[in-house]
């Protein structure tokens, strides 16, 4: 009687197993369904990037021409690597070449070193407890970011000119004789666009590391609190430690975009007296370009800049990944 027995409940638990057999397999195209639909919704930002992003490297064709705009690129003379032999093989363009890339590696190297301001920005501003002044300092900071280069220039001209509010009110107050030459002159060039980035870059900043301050464990404050710590000591010992991740990500893609100073900050505030210390990577490439009409050896030096980043970051990459256990990219 034992065997029947047997016999039927395997087939019960054969009959069991089949709708879950069907369910699964029902389930799986409804699975490919969805996953097929979240990847339409990214389709229109991959388009994007490959406009913006690797359509653009067809560009890099032009520096393999003797370019003229009049001629266009058919009835352009084919050089070969003629450019980039030049920018090794002339003294003189690689001594112009040496300074903008001090110029570049100094604004990068202060901009990395101020790096650490929002962070600092965002703890202290995470301690105000007072709501409403919380927000008005956030938006008085965060407000600079969206203010063009062009009317910060602006800002900087009625200011600190030698007929700007600064001097004016010094000379009327008889502390000089005259006007100082805050913004014609190249003396401390560097500090200062350092100081202007960090005005206008700061609040921004700081929002990202107040986001991460948002998702730290209460719990922990608590326990802290519970242990008798005061508020800076739960600031340097459980928001500062908890924000350190976020802080060396930002630190490692500061570093690979080292040569990425953009240009429009610079070329507003370039002039004859500055030019020599302001001129940055970029600012240089778009001199040579448009000032300079030689689109072609332009298109060189970007070239390479592109290609020393992709380096720096694949770099910064591999050393994130044997520091920290996680990579980057």
């Known amino acids: 009687m034992a065997a029947p027995v047997q016999v039927e409940a395997v087939v019960a638990s054969e009959v069991e197993g089949r709708p879950r057999r069907r369910a699964r397999r029902g389930a799986q195209p409804s699975h490919r369904r969805q996953s097929f639909g979240l990847f339409l919704t990214i389709v229109p930002f ?16 032009y ?25 090794v093989g002339s003294p003189t363009q690689v001594q112009q070449i040496l300074q903008v890339m001090a110029n570049t590696l100094a ?36 407000l600079p970011n969206f203010i063009s280069w062009v009317l910060v220039y602006m800002i900087a001209f009625s200011m600190f000119s030698t007929t700007g509010m600064v001097n004016g009110t010094l000379e009327n107050l008889g502390l000089i004789d005259e006007p100082l030459k805050f913004l014609d002159s190249d003396q401390h060039i560097w500090l200062k666009m350092a100081l202007w980035g960090i005005w206008k870059t700061v609040g921004w900043g700081a929002i990202l590391y107040l986001a991460a301050i948002a998702g730290i464990d209460q719990s922990l404050y608590e326990s802290a609190k519970v242990d008798g710590a005061g508020r ?16 060396f990500v930002l ?40 000032t300079g009409n030689n689109l072609s050896l332009a298109t060189a030096i970007s070239m390479l800049k592109s290609v020393i980043s992709v ?19």
């Open 311 to 329: 380096v720096l970051l694949l770099s910064v990459n591999a050393l994130s990944k044997r520091v920290r256990g996680t990579s980057l990219v």
């Open 107 to 142: 604004m990068s190297f202060l901009g990395i070193a101020a790096s650490v301001l929002p962070l600092a920005f965002a703890v202290f501003l995470n301690e105000i407890r007072a709501t409403w002044f919380k927000n008005l300092v956030q938006t008085l900071t965060t």
């Open 46 to 61: 991959l388009v994007l990037v490959f406009l913006f992003s690797y359509f653009p490297l067809y560009g890099w064709i």
């Open 232 to 247: 800076f000591q739960t600031m340097w010992h459980i928001t500062v430690p908890q924000l350190m991740p976020t802080f």
């Open 251 to 290: 630190l490692m893609l500061s570093i690979a975009n080292i040569l990425n100073n953009g240009m429009e900050q610079f070329y507003v505030f370039q002039n004859a007296f500055n030019r020599e210390h302001i001129q940055v990577l970029d600012l240089y490439v778009y001199n040579i370009g448009m």
């Open 63 to 87: 520096s393999l021409y003797d370019y003229r705009p009049a001629r266009g690129l058919g009835g352009s003379e084919f050089v070969g690597l003629q450019w980039f032999r030049m920018l």
